[in-house]
């Protein structure tokens, strides 16, 4: 929910954000950001089928190997971590709901329903 917040506070609007969410390939994003959205995915979704053309599509744009395995790393890392905090039981500090409107807290939690004040 943190990530949200500060998405919602920053960059995007509430319904940019739930479209994002519904499907970042069909969200309006720029193609940049979409393939980067789509190898963080596949590394959350299934890491063994990375392959060298889904990091080919990125050097496409751009983006230098350290800056791919930046994206590799945090995606592996943020799964790692939200999956703990699941599995820990642990829900996400009320402070985040107030910074999200409507049902966006529902919307951007996977897993675990968001818990209702």
Not at 70 to 77: G, K, Q, S, W
Not at 87 to 100: H, V
Request: hydrophobic share 45%.
């Amino acid at each position: 929910m943190a990530h949200g917040a500060v998405l919602r506070k920053n960059f995007f609007t509430e319904e940019e954000l739930k479209a994002i969410a519904h499907d970042f390939t069909q969200s309006g994003l720029p193609d940049e950001e979409v393939a980067v959205m789509a190898l963080a995915q596949k590394v959350v979704r299934a890491a063994h089928k990375v392959s060298a053309e889904d990091i080919q599509e990125l050097r496409t744009f751009g983006l230098e190997d350290k800056e791919i395995f930046d994206v590799v790393l945090t995606a592996a890392a943020r799964c790692f971590f939200g999956h703990s905090l699941d599995a820990a039981g642990l829900d996400p500090d009320e402070a985040y709901r107030q910074d999200l409107d409507g049902n966006l807290p529902e919307v951007l939690a996977i897993g675990r329903p968001w818990p209702k004040p």
